[in-house]
């Protein structure tokens, strides 16, 4: 299958700072992107969906001044949390697809702690 | 509305057959796939069967689909410790959709 590579793996702020999280097709073009959340033992939380050039789409309840998606080329798109607060630490994965994939490819996941 | 349900929990001694289950409300879904997840790992695709479809096997995953019943069941055979994982269902109404996920079933294989 394709791969799409996230990192960091983990990374650890203090609060009031900005994380980037980058997510990137090695081998495919992705037209798609998704970001979603997951809180230990639960279920993946869509935060958005990102086209290549195009502006984000945000599920509700998801703050998008505070998650900042950029989906500048079609191997990279990367997520910014601004003013990152503790509440904010979880695990969060991407995810890609491209024209003709049946199946959407993910990345191996950021674990975000803020202290 | 786009829901989807797993059981939580499911605990299996080593060899025996597995089989997770998964139900769905959206009657539009045309992919629906399984996946896995290690602790600490993004998620592994297993397999995935279009709605048109009843049944799909793979090596030692087979997946059934009542479409009527909107039921998804995923089949490991001859369970390994390794199974061991969350696995978890989703659905997508189209290429390039997003996915909707399940809560994800914990899978335990003892020995």
């Known amino acids: 299958g394709a791969v799409v590579s996230q990192h960091p793996s983990w990374v650890i702020c203090k609060s009031g700072t900005s994380v980037k999280i980058e997510c990137r097709s090695l081998d495919f073009q992705a037209t798609t992107m998704f970001w979603y959340r997951q809180f230990p033992k639960q279920s993946l939380m869509l935060m958005a969906t990102?086209?290549?050039?195009?502006?984000?789409?945000?599920e509700q309840g998801v703050e998008k001044d505070k998650f900042l998606i950029n989906h500048a080329s079609l191997t990279l798109s990367t997520l910014t949390v601004t003013s990152a607060h503790p509440e904010d630490s979880s695990f969060y994965i991407c995810?890609?697809?491209?024209?003709?994939?049946?199946?959407?490819?993910f990345g191996q996941g950021t674990r975000l702690t803020v202290v | 509305g786009e829901d989807v349900e797993q059981s939580l929990f499911l605990s299996v001694r080593e060899g025996d057959s597995s089989v997770i289950n998964c139900t769905y409300t959206d009657s539009s879904s045309t992919y629906l796939y399984w996946y896995k997840q290690e602790p600490g790992a993004g998620l592994q695709l297993l397999t995935y069967?279009?709605?048109?479809?009843d049944m799909k096997q793979d090596q030692r995953l087979t997946v059934l689909l009542n479409k009527k019943d909107k039921h998804l069941s995923l089949r490991i055979a001859d369970t390994q410790t390794g199974d061991s994982a969350i696995y978890f269902c989703a659905e997508r109404k189209n290429q390039g959709g997003k996915l909707i996920f399940g809560q994800g079933t914990e899978l335990s294989v003892k020995p």
């Open positions: 990102s086209n290549e050039g195009s502006k984000a789409t945000y």
């Open positions: 069967i279009f709605s048109n479809m």
């Open positions: 995810s890609a697809t491209g024209t003709g994939h049946t199946e959407a490819f």
